[in-house]
Each structure stands twice: as C-alpha cells, then as structure tokens.
C-alpha cells in the first residue's frame, strides 16, 4: 500500500536468507475458522483473537502472512477483521517489536508447487510462505499498514480500468472498432506516430524498437498496443488526468495495467498484454514443449530465460508507453 506509486521489480527466486531471519520467521495462514502458524518444523492453530494478540511470536520475529487475509473485513471470508481490529493487531505488532510482513496472496499457488510441498492445505500453506521467504528473502514484502478505504488515486484507477475494460472488450470485435473513438485515433495515426517517435529516439532497429514494433504494434499483436494505449486515454481518446495531471508510467503499470504480483481483477488490458501477449511470446521462444508446462514445471535454464524475457517484454511496454505519451502531448 505504501508502494503503490512504484513498478515492482521482478521477482527473485533464488535468493537465501541469514540464519536469524530464518530462525525468527512465521509462515501463517488463514482457513477453516483458524489461522495455522508455521515455524521450525511444526504448526499451530489458533483462534482469530489468538492471531490478533501475537502471543505465539517474541521481541524480533517476522511474521508473514497473505496479503489478503488482512484487509478489512467486508464481504469475503478470507477477511478475518474490522479495520479497528486490524489496527490493534498493528499497535500490538509495534507494543511487542514484531514484523507483520503481506505476502503477494496470488503467488501461494505458483510457489507451493515450484517448492514441491504436495497438496494444497492451510498448514502446507502456512508452511508455504515461510519457506518462500527463507528463498527470496522479505526485504521488499509490504509491511502492514492497514487502509479503511483505499487511497482516492488509487480509486481513480479502479475507475479508470473500469473505462478500460468497457473499451477493450468492444474492440475485440473489428466491426465495432470504429465506434469507439480513442481506439480509432490509435489505428487513425496513434499507433503508427507513436512508434515513429520510438525511431526517431532509438532508432528503428535499435532492439527495444524492435521489439515494440513485434509485440505491440505488428499485424497481430493489435490488442496488445490498444491495451496500452487505453491506459493513457479514455474512450474519447483525451489523455487520462488525475486532478488535472497525466499519471506517470510507473503508475500506469502498476495501477491501471496491473503490472504486480497482487494483481486480481487485473482487467481485460492486463490479460491482452501478459495471457495473449507475452505468454505466446514466451512458448514460441521456450519452444512446444513449454506449453504444456506451468512455470514450476520449467529447468532452470528455462526459468532463467522465462525471466529474462519477461524483463525484456515489460521494458519494451515502458518504451512504448513513454512513445505514446510523448505522441499523445505533442
């Protein structure tokens, strides 16, 4: 929540803790009316005012939990408590010098398999996220820092992706692109200017140029640049302003492309850019084989250069987002 405004780094997967973090560290997890804490080899039950007081933990612990199981409690049973309850979890957290940490809740099942820890349970869960956490550390997990509501930018985001969607899913269909203005001034000269200014920066073969000109503005990839562009314009093709300035880029990824870890309801732009787009990237570059396999299945070399492409997409997305605006205010 204090990150926000910032584009998360990819994550690391490989990356080994010291031993007092590891020694300090809880795993927990929230389901069937108990949150099951995990540390050194055995797990805990315990009741929701058991978690709230923190007695099972000392001075100096890390205790993890996912993101999503604190958040105030409104609809969803994965929330456990008022925002007033959060709050006083948060008091006692500080009273008794103890690290509540959020982890990305989106990421459990991806790491569960990748770490081969079989069936999906709340203790294995809890167990879970300690060892992810002995892997790739915790210096860039959230600290808890409960929200009644959200922040009013962020707000205007859902709103905006809101607009998105509506936008997105009519131009799906080529008979009813024309009915939608901001997508027709992208394929009226948006697309087409924008990426002569990417040229006239870069140069046209310069890689990054390349790249955008195959996975953002090439005969297929056409819902790949309209996702991008519906990030910085409405549907009537005026830039997107928040209290009368244009949002940076950063916040573009992060908040209306969704370009993070805890990216639920990510929006019809985020599935055109990453399932559509840089999934098929990724197959054709891994090979046949890889699409057939989830991501805990690949060899290291195949991670390795998963990873490596995928740095290498979300940085042509910034050149052309940065294209784009710089069309759009010129």
């Given amino acids: 929540m204090e990150q926000l405004l910032l584009l998360q ?57 996912e993101n999503a ?11 456990v408590f008022t925002f007033d309850e959060l ?13 509540v940490r959020l982890w990305f809740h989106s990421q459990t099942p991806k790491w569960r ?20 956490a002995q892997r790739r550390g915790i210096v860039d997990l959230q600290y808890f820092n409960p929200r009644e509501s959200y922040p009013e930018r962020i707000q205007w985001a ?14 799906r269909f080529d008979y009813l692109v024309d009915t939608v203005p ?59 302003m928040y209290k009368g300035k244009q949002p940076g880029i950063k916040f573009v990824m992060n908040e209306l492309l969704r370009m993070r870890p805890n990216h639920f309801k990510g929006g019809v732009a985020r599935s055109n850019l990453m399932h559509h787009g840089f999934r098929n990237v990724a197959i054709k570059a891994l090979g046949t084989r890889a699409e057939k396999l989830k991501l805990h299945q690949f060899t290291p070399s195949q991670r390795e250069k998963w990873l490596a492409l995928r740095q290498q997409y979300r940085r042509a997305m910034v050149a052309a987002l940065h294209d784009m605006q710089t069309f759009l205010n010129s």
């Avoid at 199981?69 to 929330?79: G, I, V, Y």
């Avoid at 709050?87 to 690290?99: D, F, G, P, Q, W």
Wanted: hydrophobic letters at 35%.
């Fill in 182 to 240: 901001c997508v027709r001034e992208y394929n009226n000269g948006g697309k087409r200017g924008s990426q002569f200014i990417g040229w006239k920066k870069r140069g046209a073969h310069d890689s990054i140029s390349c790249d955008i000109s195959k996975w953002f503005c090439g005969e297929t990839s056409f819902k790949q640049g309209i996702s991008l562009w519906s990030a910085l314009v409405d549907w009537e093709g005026n830039p997107r």
């Fill in 113 to 132: 398999a990748m770490l081969g820890m079989g069936d999906k349970s709340d203790a294995v869960d809890a167990e879970t996220i300690a060892r992810i």
């Fill in 158 to 171: 859902h709103e905006q992706v809101n607009d998105m969607n509506e936008t997105l899913n009519i131009a």
């Fill in 87 to 99: 709050m006083k979890i948060k008091e006692t957290a500080v009273r008794k010098k103890i690290s």
């Fill in 9 to 65: 780094k990819d994550e690391p997967i490989f990356k080994p803790l010291s031993s007092f973090e590891i020694t300090n560290l809880w795993g927990c997890d929230w389901g069937s009316g108990y949150f099951h804490a995990w540390k050194d080899g055995s797990c805990i039950k315990l009741m929701p005012q058991d978690f709230a007081s923190l007695d099972f933990a000392n001075p100096g612990d890390v205790v993890i939990i």
């Fill in 69 to 79: 199981h604190m958040q105030p409690k409104k609809e969803s049973l994965a929330q």
